[in-house]
């Protein structure tokens, strides 16, 4: 299923200021309705996520003189994956980088649904590989995004 989300507005939401490059901020993506609203703040004005969010994420807004990053091959990312697979400590980043594969189309949400335990488990299933996963839905620790991000930038750029 596709759902139709606003773009980056680079604005604030709250203030309606224009963002600088460079400048950090979050955006949220709310359901109204049936409808997604996505909503940008700078990062001083952040009141954090709202209880109704479908999800958030923090980032930087790009600079016009900087190149953009590519993110390395699908099959470089499928095989970090794997990696991930087998270091529990880790099950966070895999569960982030299986969320990004989604996102690229290389993995397809098949569906939601709880364990024995009553945790999330993501079941996607990856066309290239012709293989299914259950990927636990294990969202990070706060003082663990910003260490996922780079190490995902880094190894992943």
Known sequence: MD???QSFTRHCST???EFAPGEWYYSVVIAEGDDLKRFDYAAEVWPGPPENAVGWWKSQVPDKTSRRKHWAPND???NFFDE?????EKQDM???LTLLLVRRRV???EEEERDAEGREVLTVYCPRREATYAVPAVLPA???IEQIQ???AALLQ
């Open 3 to 5: 759902y139709e989300i």
């Open 15 to 17: 203030s309606g200021r």
């Open 76 to 78: 470089v990312m499928l």
């Open 84 to 88: 991930l697979a087998v270091q529990p």
């Open 94 to 96: 895999r569960y982030v």
């Open 107 to 109: 993995f397809r949400l």
């Open 142 to 144: 706060q003082e663990r």
């Open 150 to 152: 780079a190490e995902l």
